[in-house]
Each structure stands twice: as C-alpha cells, then as structure tokens.
C-alpha cells in the first residue's frame, strides 16, 4: 500500500481515494472509501488507453463494462463483491469490496512456501472457486498468486478482466492471447481455444508455486517459457512433496485438457479423511484452531497451551484439521517415591505404637 502521488486523482466516482495499491496492465487499483467510511478497492482504466483504445483492436471501455458483469455473476463468496462500476466515465472504473488478506504472491514472498495442510486446503478451497465460475459458464483466463486474497475466511479470486464465456473463448481477434505467460496452459499459449480445464492447468502451477515460492514455468525469455510450457512438466520442482500433492498438480499438468481434473475432483482429493487441510495458513499470521469434544475428564492440552477451538472457513464444508494434534493427559497415578515416603510413615508409626505400649506395661 502506497500514498498517493501528485499524478493520482483524490477521488473516483464517489470515493475519495486514500492509498495506490497497485499497477496493472490495464490501469491503476486505489484503495478507497464510502460515504460511512468503509474501504473499497478502486480499479480504473489508464486515460491512454481509453483515447487509443482502437488502435491495438480493444475496446477497453467494453472489457471494463464485461469485468463488471462477470466479477458480479460469481458472486462475493468466491470473489470480492462489485460494490459499484461506471464503464462509461471518463476514465471506466470499478468498485470492488476490499478483502482484508495479503495477496497469495505477497505472502510467499515474505513468508515462505506453504505447509502441506494450508496447501491442501488452499487446493480444495480454489477448486470450489472454480466449480462456480465454471457453473457460471466463465474461464477466468489468469489464475495465478497475486489475483488470489488470502481471506481468513477462505481464498478470493480476483481480476475477471479477461475472463470470457465458455463459448468461443480463445485469443483475440488482433493475434493478442490475454493472460499471465508463466500461468497459461500449453493451449492458451498457443493461441488454441479454451476449455475450463485451462484454469485447472494455472491451477496446478499455482499450487507449484504456493509449495516451493518459485514458479516452476518461468524464465528469461518468452521462447523459453513458451518451451517450458510445452514440454513434460517439472515434475522434478515437486520432490519432496507429500505424494498426494505430487500426483493432483501432475495431474492438473496434463497436457490433453481431457486428462486434467475437474474442480469437484480436486475437492475430493484434499478432503480426503486421512488427509490434513489447515485454513488460514501461517501466513495470515491467525492461529489454526481445532474442535474438540467436551470432555470432563481428563484435561485435553494441544501442546502445551490449552484448550483450542474451531472455525470453519466460509465457502468450505467443515473439516476436521489435524494440524494440531491434541493429547490426553493420562490419568494420574501415584509415584514409586510417593509409595515409599507412606510405607516409611507406616512404619514409624507402628513402631512409635509399640513403644508407648511397652511403658504402660511396666508401670
């Protein structure tokens, strides 16, 4: 989050602006706030391209006014909620609400790859995501880190700027493929029509990323990812992995879209009984907690620091985390020391007993 510069506007529509969050392709992205203070994230087109906006063949006023539409189809439990959008203005622009959580991108950057069973439940949580915009008849088109919130109380996808109907969606008409070059599936970089299962290929390499902190497709040059993309998968970037993560982000690489799994799928395989899944993860910097069962007796630690409790995050089925992993106290019994010290107590008492008697007899 950065202050505002002498170039920005102070105010979008009806929103003063407070801070700059970001630069994209398209234009600016300010935090902002409404008449009752509450906070919204501003996204505005930048002023040349909507005065030049023919002469690449895109009509950004039209992506800006489709972005809107399509963000609102999904709805706000997977996404940020389109508060308010005026393709029309000056300079097109669109309210969103604002997500408190650091981006999935800013995150591995300060904090490192994720555990296993954050990993797994981000999978299961963004498979989820993907079934509804894929039930919406929607291919986002740029699933990677940083168009993904960490929320406490689940992973929002974000930016539907090139996102398209299922029908007919491939490059543009200009020769232009829209998209994020080291996050693409191999038939949307080739400029080839797209399928649903084209966000399952981003969703693998995302995954890759989230594990490691590095993008396993990216490189110097737009020939070398081109070829990266193109060739067996780095399976290789994975070691080290639980084998079940291996297998659902291999799977999710496959080559034949056919062969890719479906979101529902995914789901299934990180919900698995055997399996953890922890949400938020570390990096939010919120505790995971656990349900437990009241019991009386005995006293149930986690670890050492007491009693803990649970919240499952919205957008998911309950689960049952096992990332902490709760021990009984064993029931108390006495001591080999504590046995001796009462049979030591015993004794002199007896004896103490006999030697009282023995005076009174003779006296």
């Known amino acids: 989050m950065l202050?505002?510069?002498?170039?920005?506007?102070?105010?979008?529509?009806?929103?003063?602006?407070?801070?700059?969050?970001?630069?994209?392709?398209?234009g600016q992205v300010y935090l902002g706030r409404t008449d009752d203070?509450?906070?919204?994230?501003?996204?505005?087109v930048r002023s040349a391209l909507v005065e030049d906006d023919r002469l690449d063949g895109t009509d950004y006023r039209a992506r800006f006014a489709r972005e809107a539409e399509l963000a609102a189809r999904v709805g706000g439990r997977y996404t940020a909620e389109v508060v308010d959008s005026d393709p029309h203005s000056e300079r097109p622009w669109i309210a969103y609400e604002h997500i408190p959580g650091?981006?999935?991108?800013?995150a591995l950057a300060e904090r490192g790859p994720l555990d296993p069973a954050s990993l797994?439940?981000?999978a299961a949580l963004l498979a989820e995501a993907l079934h509804t915009i894929h039930t919406r008849d929607l291919i986002h088109r740029d699933i990677k880190p940083s168009n993904i919130i960490l929320a406490p109380d689940g992973p929002r996808v974000i930016?539907?700027?090139i996102a398209r109907p299922t029908e007919g969606s491939t490059m543009t008409g200009t020769g232009h493929v829209f998209g994020t070059l080291p996050y693409m599936s191999p038939e949307q970089a080739e400029g080839s029509a797209l399928f649903p299962a084209s966000d399952m290929f981003a969703l693998g390499t995302t995954l890759a990323q989230a594990a490691t902190g590095h993008c396993p497709f990216d490189g110097p040059s737009e020939p070398r990812i081109l070829m990266r993309l193109i060739s067996p998968p780095p399976l290789e970037v994975l070691a080290g992995l639980p084998t079940d993560l291996i297998a659902l982000i291999r799977d999710c690489w496959a080559h034949d879209p056919a062969l890719r799994p479906t979101p529902l799928q995914v789901v299934?395989?990180?919900?698995?009984?055997?399996?953890?899944?922890?949400?938020?993860?570390?990096?939010?910097?919120?505790?995971?907690?656990?349900?437990?069962?009241?019991?009386?007796?005995?006293?149930?630690?986690?670890?050492?620091?007491?009693?803990?409790?649970?919240t499952a995050p919205q957008g998911a089925e309950p689960?049952?985390?096992?990332?902490?992993?709760?021990?009984?106290?064993?029931?108390s019994s006495p001591s080999e020391g504590s046995v001796r010290?009462?049979?030591?107590?015993?004794?002199?008492?007896?004896?103490?007993?006999?030697?009282?008697?023995?005076v009174l007899l003779l006296v």
Do not use: N
């Open 3 to 26: 202050p505002l510069t002498p170039h920005d506007p102070d105010r979008i529509g009806p929103y003063p602006l407070t801070h700059r969050l970001g630069t994209g392709g398209m």
């Open 37 to 44: 203070g509450a906070h919204v994230v501003v996204k505005v």
């Open 102 to 106: 650091p981006s999935l991108k800013d």
């Open 120 to 122: 797994r439940a981000l």
């Open 159 to 161: 930016d539907f700027g």
């Open 268 to 310: 299934e395989r990180c919900t698995d009984e055997a399996l953890e899944r922890a949400w938020p993860p570390r990096h939010l910097g919120v505790t995971t907690t656990v349900d437990t069962a009241p019991e009386p007796e005995p006293v149930v630690e986690a670890s050492g620091a007491g009693p803990v409790e649970a």
């Open 319 to 331: 689960t049952e985390p096992r990332s902490t992993v709760l021990h009984a106290a064993p029931a």
């Open 341 to 358: 010290h009462r049979y030591q107590v015993t004794i002199v008492a007896l004896l103490g007993l006999l030697l009282f008697l023995c």
